[in-house]
């Protein structure tokens, strides 16, 4: 039995400061999540102080769901922030598929050396220029569809890409896991990807990528799957999801974890 449970007991040891720049949808719930995982949780964008707050924290993400002009110049100087001072930082491209500054906006962050680049199916198929986009934040696509293209972008950027759906696959473009955690009440509650994405960055801080970012995926499916034994349906969901987080050791990780090699 792989220890996947170790990275949540070191995530949960030094609760690091995740700064998300993040979408209007997902604040309050990202935020939740955060906390009910064991980090610390900062919601900012406006550029004047974005640099600041960022050399504050241990990790970034970042997600263009609801930018505008000036929120998407707040993006580019919390990245090369994180990057001049070696802060991890993970790319959620939210509905790419749908614009073309989204596209444009996440080709040119791809280039700036994100750890972490976590999607849904659609979302990798486009930084990929193949697929449809899905529809609107939603995936059309299975993650079975996106892999070869998860595989080619890892290995291009040397960035782990976490591609979520009913099973994860998860890349450096070398190794690859599945994760087969995780319910179908999941897609169905909004932004509980993007909220994943931050606690992607939270399992980041001083831990390898790839193992990082596969054991917070299992972390995340393993809480849904508690959660959705007693949920009635999306609502209940949403609130057991976070007691689920908070409840969930790292022994009890290890041993419900269906991580695969892949
Ligand atoms: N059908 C499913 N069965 C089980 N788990 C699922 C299913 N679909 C998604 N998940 C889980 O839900 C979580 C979020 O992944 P998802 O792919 O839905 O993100 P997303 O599309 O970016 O979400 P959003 O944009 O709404 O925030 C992941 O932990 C994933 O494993
Ligand atoms: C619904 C929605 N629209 C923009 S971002 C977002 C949250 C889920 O991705
Ligand atoms: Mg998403």
Request: net charge negative; glycine share 12%; aromatic share 4%.
């Amino acid at each position: 039995m792989a220890d996947w449970g170790s990275h949540l007991s070191t995530m949960r040891s030094t609760a690091p400061l995740v700064l998300n720049i993040t979408n209007f949808v997902a604040m309050n719930v990202m935020a939740n999540v955060l906390l009910a995982t064991g980090a610390s949780p900062a919601m900012a964008h406006a550029e004047e102080e974005i640099a600041e707050i960022t050399a504050l924290s241990d990790a970034l993400t970042i997600n263009f769901g609801t930018a505008d002009a000036g929120w998407m110049r707040g993006i580019f100087r919390a990245v090369e922030t994180a990057r001049g001072q070696g802060i991890p930082w993970v790319l959620d491209p939210v509905a790419v598929g749908v614009s073309t500054l989204r596209k444009q906006t996440a080709a040119r962050l791809i280039e700036m050396g994100p750890a972490v680049i976590r999607g849904n199916a659609s979302e990798i198929l486009v930084l990929a220029g193949q697929g449809a986009g899905g529809k609107g934040v939603d995936a059309t696509d299975g993650v079975t569809e996106a892999a070869a293209a998860a595989r080619a972008l890892a290995s291009r950027t040397g960035a782990v890409v976490a591609v979520t759906g009913a099973v994860d696959y998860v890349t450096d473009g070398c190794r690859a896991f599945s994760v087969a955690n995780g319910h179908p009440l999941m897609p169905r509650v909004t932004a509980l990807g993007c909220s994943l994405t931050g606690v992607v960055g939270a399992f980041l801080v001083g831990q390898p990528t790839l193992e990082a970012a596969t054991a917070a995926l299992a972390c995340y499916g393993v809480a849904g799957e508690r959660a959705g034994k007693c949920a009635s349906g999306p609502g209940s969901f949403a609130v057991d999801f976070l007691d689920a987080l908070a409840a969930l050791t790292p022994d009890e990780l290890s041993q419900m974890a269906r991580v695969t090699p892949a």
